[in-house]
Nanobody, 125 residues
């Protein structure tokens, strides 16, 4: 059974940093694209970042986080990370990791096959 478990969320002041981790188990995702999404109360789930899996990993970011967030992966550990710097109150949301069926990244949630349970990130002003 495939399982994705996020960790690393918490409460941080504006301008601070957090590092989210997503550990996958049940099968290897080393050949699949992985992504991070977030959902704030009353809002739809939105794309944050993704990393593809070709000869080299290619990353893609939402404009709202570009330059502040960094996605990376450790295939040996079947884990994907999201380093979040210069956090803002508007980054407050539940953050989810997800895995696609293919190697290329995607920004639409429906393009992803497996999802974690989410981890809460709260940024205070």
């Amino acid at each position: 059974q495939v399982q994705l478990v996020e960790s690393g969320g918490g409460l941080v002041q504006a301008g601070g940093s957090l590092r989210l981790s997503c550990a996958a188990s049940g099968r290897s995702f080393s050949s699949r694209a992985m992504g991070w999404f977030r959902q704030a109360p009353g809002k739809e789930r939105e794309f944050v970042a993704a990393i593809s899996r070709w000869s080299s990993d290619t990353t893609y970011y939402a404009d709202s986080v570009k330059g502040r967030f960094t996605i990376s992966r450790d295939n040996a550990k079947n884990t994907v990370y999201l380093q979040m710097n210069s956090l803002k109150p508007e980054d407050t949301a539940v953050y989810y990791c997800a895995v696609r069926g293919g190697r290329s990244y995607a920004t639409a949630p429906e393009e992803y096959d497996y999802w974690g349970q989410g981890t809460q990130v709260t940024v205070s002003s």
